[in-house]
């Protein structure tokens, strides 16, 4: 390992906001341990296969360099992370060996294995040394006989969000496809006997992204105000847990591992299901909402009612090129700018459910009665996303977090609470993964797979189900949970029910 001392420039830039904070806790805490995203590179035919393995090398390490430069979150560490006052400081330099692992597969057939031991490692690997390495790390897996690279981009959530992990491999097919990168002075500094790549930092205090505070006042009405702290602060004591509270999933703390569940979905599928979605006013994250209700209202019996989560990107409700912050461009921007949704599934609806559900074999596929049901809970889910968007910035959970002082007491608390979320869906939508210059259209670097997995987060949903898809390619949904809260069987059955009923939409037009 490097060393990684004498790497502090003693420069606190801004503290954390309050989402960034809240993250930070869950780490700490050890309730959360990083989010992935992995897709599959596909290197341009001009490149030689096996011979050009440290071109190839060198090419990445270029391109990797050249995103960091341009993401200050990629660029900073965290200082005071057990404080009620945590910051972002300025560093000197990034050595890339400790944030940059490769893996050279002698033999295709074990590409399957390492791939899903590389991420296993990922998902419940902590991230050390917080002040003096930002908290980012690649796996990049690539065959001695050439064929496609995957390339597996973990991190720790103070840093950003799930949207920023899409960005990042945006820009790094972009980094590699600049035809004028080739005329450019290499970013990195190799001196002699050095064991790593090391990367000389600008000072990034001008340009990191704001919280979302600082963009805008959150307002809200008094009704949300008051709803939410009722709903925050009511005494468990005497209120019991409502009908729709996980109680089938309690809070535990250890152990900590995520297990995963994968399937793909392709092109063809994808698209008749998105057409089945327009027709019946909603959208794939809406549809695999009501899925999800169907599917787990039919295996946990005894649970009455259920609640939900949908994340969503604030980059399209927040402000850009304003007077103290001209440059800021959030779509482009790696930061935190990430917000949810919640939803309710009633104890009526969980039974009618089940009413249609008891006298029907659902692994033969699902009935029109219960597609009548599923279609309106569809509609319903994404009325509700768009009414948030349609709010904007009034009576958003972020203006409710900034009441929160100590997110590490307050974290602490929460894992004392009855689990309220059963699950979460979060869609980071399409990538394209083609080449964006014309010039380089017939040779060049393009994706061809692009997957989201969510280690597990201890005092939240349960379950999540993450989607990702590349652009006339395959989508890739994973059902992610903690392994000694959920059933290894739940599980399984849930990615199953998904993948079964998803093909029998897209099949159905």
């Known amino acids: ?124 690997s902590r991230f050390d040394h917080l002040s003096t390495q930002p908290g980012w790390r690649l796996t990049i897996l690539h065959e001695a006989k050439g064929g496609s690279i995957e390339v597996l981009y973990a991190w720790n959530h103070p840093h950003h969000d799930g949207m920023s992990g899409k960005i990042f491999h945006q820009q790094l097919m972009r980094s590699l496809n600049d035809p004028l990168v080739q005329n450019k002075a290499p970013m990195l500094d190799n001196p002699e006997g050095s064991d790593g790549w090391i990367l000389n930092l600008p000072d ?8 979302p505070e600082l963009l805008s006042r959150w ?14 602060l009511k005494p468990p004591s005497i209120f019991s847990p409502g009908k729709m509270h996980a109680t089938w999933a309690p809070i535990k703390a250890s152990p900590f591992t995520t297990r995963f569940h994968t399937f793909t979905v392709n092109n063809d599928i994808v ?78 609806l969980v039974t009618m459910i089940r009413s249609k559900m008891s006298s029907q074999d659902v692994t033969a596929g699902l009935e029109d009665d219960v597609m009548d049901i599923i279609w309106p809970v569809a509609a ?29 007491t307050q974290l602490q608390r929460e894992a004392q ?43 939240s949903a349960a379950i999540s189900v993450s989607i990702m898809t590349v652009k006339d390619e395959q989508m890739c949904v994973t059902c992610s949970w903690q392994d000694c809260v959920v059933d290894l069987d739940l599980g399984k059955r849930l990615a199953g029910d998904l993948e079964r009923w998803l093909h029998e939409i897209g099949s159905s037009l």
Not at 204 to 211: A, E, G, Y
Not at 224 to 232: A, C, G, I, P, S
Not at 329 to 335: H, L
Not at 380 to 403: C, H, S, T, Y
């Open 219 to 232: 307002p809200m009405t008094p009704t949300f105000l008051l709803r939410t702290l009722w709903n925050e």
């Open 1 to 124: 390992m490097t060393d990684i001392t004498n790497n502090h420039a003693d420069t606190r830039i801004r503290k954390l906001g309050c989402h960034e904070g809240y993250q930070l806790a869950m780490h700490t805490l050890d309730q959360y341990r990083g989010t992935v995203v992995a897709c599959s590179y596909c290197p341009p035919s001009s490149l030689p296969q096996p011979e050009s393995f440290q071109t190839l090398k060198t090419i990445f390490l270029d391109a990797i360099a050249r995103v960091v430069l341009a993401q200050p979150h990629l660029q900073v560490g965290i200082t005071g992370e057990n404080s009620k006052n945590p910051a972002f400081v300025r560093l000197n330099h990034l050595h890339l060996h400790n944030h940059i692992k490769w893996r050279l597969l002698s033999d295709p057939s074990d590409r399957k294995a390492v791939y899903l031991e590389s991420m296993q490692d990922q998902l419940d």
């Open 271 to 348: 698209t008749r299901a998105v057409t089945a979605c327009r027709q019946h006013h909603t959208t794939l994250t809406g549809l695999m909402q009501a899925l999800i209700l169907v599917s787990l209202s039919s295996a946990l019996k005894d649970t009455k009612g259920f609640a939900s989560r949908t994340p969503y990107d604030l980059r399209q409700i927040l402000p850009s090129g304003t007077a103290q912050y001209s440059w800021l461009k959030p779509k482009e921007s790696m930061c935190n700018y990430v917000s949810v949704v919640d939803h309710e599934f009633d104890a009526n």
């Open 417 to 459: 609470k009855i689990r309220y979320f059963s699950w979460l869906v979060t869609n980071l939508s399409v990538l394209d993964g083609e080449v964006g210059n014309s010039s380089v259209q017939e040779d060049g670097w393009s994706l061809r797979r692009a997957e989201l997995v969510l280690s597990t987060e201890v005092p």
């Open 380 to 408: 319903r889910v994404r009325q509700e996303i768009q009414a948030r968007l349609n709010w904007g910035v009034w009576n958003d959970m972020i203006g409710i977090m900034k009441f929160v002082s100590d997110w590490r």
């Open 204 to 211: 990034p205090s001008d340009r990191l992204p704001p919280n």
